[in-house]
């Protein structure tokens, strides 16, 4: 997956640290914020073949990030997990609703999350 480009919101330093690492060295080029307005931001200036949302951050939150990509025509094409410790079927289903196209619980085991990150950006 050379030159694909992906983003990844999450208040949790570790987390994101990471799966940039990990992402990385499967050769990805990986953008990161670890608050819901940087993310925004970052998201609307820029263009990235899929996105990785935690629910809880500081500021706008993931689902609502995830609402306005998928209701902007010039982003709602980019695909997005949201990955989060909300575990209940109601959290999946407010991902969905606002428009993820998947939903990963934490812990994740990366060797999962890179078989939906492929099958998402193909």
């Known amino acids: 997956m050379q030159g694909k480009k992906i983003f990844v919101a ?12 990990y992402l990385e ?3 990805y080029s990986v953008d990161c914020s670890f608050n819901g307005n940087e993310a925004m931001e970052k ?15 500081q500021g706008i939150n993931g689902w609502e990030i995830c609402k306005r990509v998928k209701t902007d025509p010039q982003t709602r094409e980019i695909p997005v997990i949201i990955l989060s410790a909300k575990s209940q079927d109601t959290d999946a289903l407010m991902s969905f609703k606002c428009g993820a196209d998947q939903y ?3 812990p994740f085991d990366y060797n ?4 939906i990150i492929k099958r998402l950006i193909q």
């Open 104 to 106: 990963v619980v934490k």
């Open 112 to 115: 999962e999350l890179s078989i």
């Open 43 to 57: 998201v609307t200036g820029s263009k990235f073949d899929l996105l990785i949302l935690d629910v809880m951050m």
């Open 10 to 21: 999450d208040d949790d330093r570790d987390i994101v640290m990471i799966l940039k690492r």
């Open 25 to 27: 060295l499967d050769g």
